[in-house]
């Protein structure tokens, strides 16, 4: 058994990770770190948890977390996890972060989006999307796990972009993200009353999730430019981005859907639905997969409209990390990510 | 006092058209009908009109309500307007109806999205969008009233468009509904296990509304296309429309902001938002406001971002009927639309 | 034109306020205070009235408040009213409280559920419901505002306890809540991904309104005692009361009912539903009235069901506090009350 | 490998065996009908199982069911189960029957509360609430799976009423469920626009499950009667009970924590919270749990508070239906229902 840690356990895609990793057979749950709930059982914070998981949250230096566990996800915010990531990785441990710290090949790219310095511009990650960058991370020391949008959105047009179909100078990723992608901390735009029979757009154009989309995406077509817009909608999980590109030649749904399906043929984490059918959060709710469908085109705008759905804390985060980690140690890809969504 | 009557005042629209006219000073409300109700009061179908109106549906042939209204509004689905309207047109009744079937200037496109003939071809209509035809208004003997989804996205794009500062041909206009825009019959997209929690997209290519919305902006720009996804959130009212536009030349927000200033400048239902600022739902909840915001520039990427925000039930259908019918009949347009949103 | 002040303007019942007054055709509302908002317009907090009026916070002592105004509505949070009330008084301003601090005829009762000693012992309210106490809410100088749970539930059984038809010492009181009455701070059990999906009882024996409640109903009923449960549920205005009695002699469902109509039968913002209707939120969200209605009956284990329904921020308190003034200053008591609810 | 099938597998109930099935080390999913979606995969209707399950549904006679499998879910309809049972039985397939035709002791309450005849009144079933009745259930041929609502006020009283220090004559069960309960066929009071933002009563003194509370309570007390009044919140998933109880004698929340604690010691489903802490919703949504807490005593009012919650899908039905197929096969109870609940 792999002894893993979890630092910063207490958040929502801490409480995820505990979930997953909870029925992982190949993992034994070492260490769990919060600085406010020290002395805690995970359950005060994870009700979920309660007979499930027998642990304490605990605030140690990270050198011991690094004593006590071969492998760590960081499942702590911006700005923390580059000043804890290089002290793991000095003690040989494997890391995977959440945060968006070691997500970008350029650091001044980072320090723009997310205003401030890094403090560890020289450590060097491998991107976390599997589906893209499978080889790399097998042997990767650190993984920088995705964000929400970008994997919804970077999934839902790599084989249009591939295939050279679309101009890829005018990509629009409409997202709509539910509530928990802002974290368990209390805020005005989480308040029920404010959240609830609302829609929301925000950071139209300056989220900090653009630049790791155009980043993944100039892999494929170097001019890629989205029009990104996030919005917050009255859902406590899911993503789904909607994503509008303009056909450079006449295609059919039929000739879209297949770009996908044979894209995406060996993978177990995406599923690629038929004509006609638009994913639904209720089929990822609590899964790792990533549902894409729509495969719709308007011949006479020249347009196709393809959609992608997830659920923000499961493939948009910690059932992503677990994939990574899978991946890093050789375990079978889909070990502890078994969950069926919860539909209805 | 001028004796109205509602055709079809059982729905989510006639309940609106009668929660309005409740506070009208210049009518009365003659008659209304409904086949499903008759002879129940209306507070068994619209409980808030509880010892709010005294009235009892009716069902009665068209003839009778012609010769007992002075003015009438359809509140009937599509397809069943264009039997009704021309049977109270020759009575010389003034008419609004809140259907499809009189908004399109070429029927040929009305047959294509709405896959019917229409059986009264002949009959004009005036298309019932104040901020544009008010001249037109004032003298139409019947008005078309828009759709909802229409009435956000051309008010949202027209300063835009009429300024010539965007590319028109590739605008995407990304709407988000409530879910009352499906009217009151329980369907299988309604049901509240499928319609809670959950973002869907539909008729993503094919919607109804898109012709209507492409009229009317190639009245601004000859080319205007939109690539027009519509969606349901889970929100019972509300609608808000994301539009993604190319800038032809360079703009600050302030200078985007100005357009629709200057555009609106005299308008009693249009509120430009500051810089920055993006529309609420629960500002325009129950009203008959327009918001529009946003107004964000992202240089790099030549776009702008504009957001409108309506109540789908309001301005979005029975209050632009009410303002149109105002205007038909030389009334205060804003005479019994006075309602302030009811936030939170 | 009456000069009326609301002191606390920025919080929901603020908002709510300012709504309802701004049709008021007897009063100008001639100050809004705000700490926090200070010299920020009303719309920056309550979006809903950009455009409809045009006022500014300002942060003044309470003595220029009283000068200002003929009338002041505090809503204020409990602790701070019984600070500010007194001073207000002493420049012979007439006031409604919207605050706990003054509900209360033994100031031991309020010092033990508010946990707070009272700092203004000595001075006299009347308690705020109108259709129990008219009488002396038109003679009082201070008029204390019954909580929202309070209203549901006095209006609620008075006529069942007054009839001395049910066991007055075991009356359950369950209440479902929406969220805004807790007030427009962020906390834990109002973030949205707690609270959608979630129903959750708080205070189960120890909630404030309980001793409220009872104050009120041992007028009727001198031993009555009231199981009250209240509970968060998923919705942003409206509260609803299940009440469940044991009843001393036989009744059927229209004896019942019959009790609650002549109890209320000239009241304007009361209505008596027919039997098996049960009342619903969106037949008073954003109104006045107070729906009843239930009276179900269960002969075999002696029981009535009646269920009271309400909107909690405007008949729960701004509503009845706007009733309250009217009431104080001899206008119509309906004057600025006749918004009617937002269905759907 | 013990092959079942699963009689009415197209609606919700059958969604949920199939989901937990499917990871179940023991059994093989050998036959699922569906009259109305035969021929169709079972992630058309249950969109979560695509690429999970490879199965069809079949509209076949219930005798090949019996021919196909050992072991049979009726996930049908009441009125159905009690056509189709027997049938089963008949040949020697062990069933566990959701629907509540077979939940009586007496057929005559059935046929009250149920409001028809029954075709098989001979047939007699074992009350599928392990907790109570699991010697029986093992030996059964079939089980009457429990309602969702007594399942959760069942075990929230027991241990009070086997303890004998309430008041068993006065018992008030006020219920919350999701609308989930209500099945996958949209009608009017699942339509999102009445649903959500509301709180609806229904069969406030007649609902069906009150029989099968009382029958059940009984067994502890024999003159139990409860007060029962279910309502629907806009909740997908989820089930919370407030039970107001009133004591016979005097007693510590430690006191009553302690009876429900010994009561439940070996159960694997039953988990007791502590003293302050309330079950929530996320704490058991889509997991087999039932969280029992509260236990708040009003010492003033000699009146305690037990609060019990389920996922009204798994534990409130085909959770609780694998946990009976478990005990009748000889298989670890757990088998198969070791999903942990999706919080937040």
Redesign the interface.
């Given at each position: 058994m792999v002894k893993v840690g979890i630092v910063g356990a207490s958040g929502?895609t801490g409480?995820e990770l505990l979930?997953i990793l909870?029925?992982h057979r190949e993992v034994e749950i070492a260490c769990v770190t919060s600085r406010a709930h020290a002395d805690k059982p995970v359950h005060r914070v994870?009700?979920?948890?309660?007979?499930?998981l027998d642990l304490t949250f605990e605030d140690i230096p990270y050198e011991r977390v690094a004593e006590r566990c071969d492998f760590v996800f960081c499942a702590t915010p911006h700005g923390a996890s580059m000043e804890i990531v290089p002290k793991l990785l000095e003690h040989g441990t494997r890391v995977v972060d959440l945060s968006g710290d070691f997500r970008f090949a350029d650091v001044a790219v980072y320090e723009r989006y997310y205003g401030r310095k890094h403090v560890a511009p020289g450590i060097r990650a491998t991107y976390g999307l599997p589906e893209i960058h499978r080889e790399e991370i097998k042997r990767a020391k650190l993984v920088a796990n995705p964000g929400c949008y970008p994997t919804a959105i970077i999934l839902g047009l790599v084989p249009l972009l591939k295939a050279g179909v679309i101009d890829s100078t005018?990509i629009?990723a409409?997202a709509?993200s539910?509530?928990?992608g802002a974290g368990?901390?209390?805020?005005?735009t989480?308040?029920?009353?404010?959240?609830?029979?609302?829609?929301?757009?925000?950071k139209?154009?300056?989220h900090q999730h653009l630049p790791e989309i155009e980043q993944e995406l100039q892999r494929f077509s170097s001019e890629a430019?989205?029009?990104f817009?996030p919005?917050i909608?009255?859902?406590?999980?899911?993503l789904?981005a909607?994503l509008?590109c303009?056909l450079t030649r006449s295609m059919s749904p039929e000739e879209v859907r297949q770009l996908y399906q044979e894209y995406y043929r060996e993978e177990p984490f995406v599923?690629v639905l038929d004509i006609g059918e638009?994913p639904?959060?209720?089929?990822?709710?609590?899964?790792n997969?990533i549902?894409i469908g729509?495969f719709?085109?308007?011949e006479e705008?020249g347009?196709v409209?393809v959609?992608a759905a997830i659920d923000n804390l499961v493939k948009g985060a910690s059932g992503q990390a677990v994939q990574n980690m899978n991946i890093m140690l050789g375990f079978s890809e889909e070990e502890g990510l078994?969950?069926?969504?919860?539909?209805?």
């Open positions: 929502y409480g979930r909870a029925g994870h009700p979920n948890l309660r007979d499930v005018r629009v409409d709509k539910g509530i928990s368990n901390k209390p805020k005005e989480t308040h029920f009353p404010n959240a609830a029979e609302s829609v929301l757009a925000y139209m154009t300056t430019r989205v029009s817009v919005h909608v009255p859902v406590i999980r899911g789904t909607t509008h303009f599923r638009v639904r959060l209720s089929a990822v709710r609590g899964s997969f549902d729509g719709a085109v308007d705008r347009r409209i959609i078994g969950s069926i969504a919860i539909h209805p």
